[in-house]
């Protein structure tokens, strides 16, 4: 069996899969996480240089064709890659043509890349054309966000808004808001086209009655995302909890004021007042 890699990437994912799954976020084997490696961070893997295994995509993905990700195994659970991340996540080589993914290290009793991995690398394929040191896609099954989805119209203003305004921190780490689509079959190519048009213009986005994807460009920066968004959506369940009337709130001038002491842009379609 290869030895436990040096890479900080995999222990990255290590650390930010069991994690979620010590919130509650991913039951069974619900959650899947991927990550871009450059040419650099390869030299900390035993040597990569031959492909073990070939696994078709299903689609074309030649913008990535000759990129590296390490990604988590498909019916793998969180609970378990921190300790045999060897078997339970994999690094693969997207093939020159786009249409495989070479097994260059991991999956050693025989695992396959997640099955959201099109949702995945459309994703990454997205978010790269919007900023090129975006590298990491996570999904999970953040308890409160999920249950949003079935008491909140799935309106991205309105739930957008919502989060903003349970914590101060919401709208400084997710300006955008949230995207949202409607609810489709996972492990489709149609949820991976629909996830990744919302990612043009959002790092998080909403699975109803499911789960989240949000991106980043490092783990730890990808992870706080999620916790951020799941925390207000937890906030807004214990209000809910304690009667749900609200005495007091975040104002909207609040929230401009919150945008321009942080120095980010608000979205100005999810904003009431502009200045
Ligand atoms: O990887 O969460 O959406 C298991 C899932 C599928
Ligand atoms: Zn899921």
Not at 23 to 46: A, C, K, M, P, Y
């Amino acid at each position: 069996m290869t030895l436990f890699s040096e890479s900080k990437y995999l222990k990255d994912l290590c650390d930010i899969t069991f994690s979620s799954y010590e919130h509650g976020w991913d039951e069974r084997n619900g959650g899947n996480v991927s990550i871009r490696l450059t040419e650099d961070d390869l030299s900390d893997f035993d040597d990569v240089s031959e492909t073990k295994r070939e696994y078709d995509l299903g689609f074309d993905a030649s913008a990535v064709s000759g990129q590296y990700f390490l990604v988590t195994g498909s019916g793998r659970y969180f609970r378990n890659v921190i300790k045999r991340p060897e078997l339970d996540a994999g690094l693969v080589r997207i093939s020159d043509d786009g249409s495989k993914a070479e097994l260059r290290w991991g999956f050693e009793d025989g695992a396959h890349p997640t099955s959201e991995f099109p949702t995945h690398l459309m994703s990454h394929i997205e978010r790269l054309k919007a900023d090129s040191s975006q590298r990491v896609v996570m999904h999970c099954h953040p308890t409160n966000f999920v249950a949003l989805s079935f008491t909140q119209d799935l309106d991205e203003r309105s739930i957008s808004r919502l989060l903003w305004k349970m914590q101060a921190e919401s709208l400084v780490v997710f300006p955008e808001g949230i995207g949202i689509i409607p609810y489709m079959t996972p492990g489709t190519n149609e949820i991976g086209k629909a996830t990744a048009a919302k990612m043009a213009d959002y790092r998080v986005v909403m699975w109803p009655h499911h789960g989240i994807f949000a991106v980043g460009s490092d783990p730890d920066e990808t992870y706080g995302l999620i916790e951020t968004v799941e925390k207000a959506a937890l906030i807004y369940s214990q209000i809910c909890a304690q009667g749900g009337s609200v005495k007091q709130e975040i104002t909207d001038e609040q929230l401009h004021e919150l945008a321009d002491a942080f120095g980010v842009t608000g979205n100005p379609e999810f904003l009431d007042w502009n200045k």
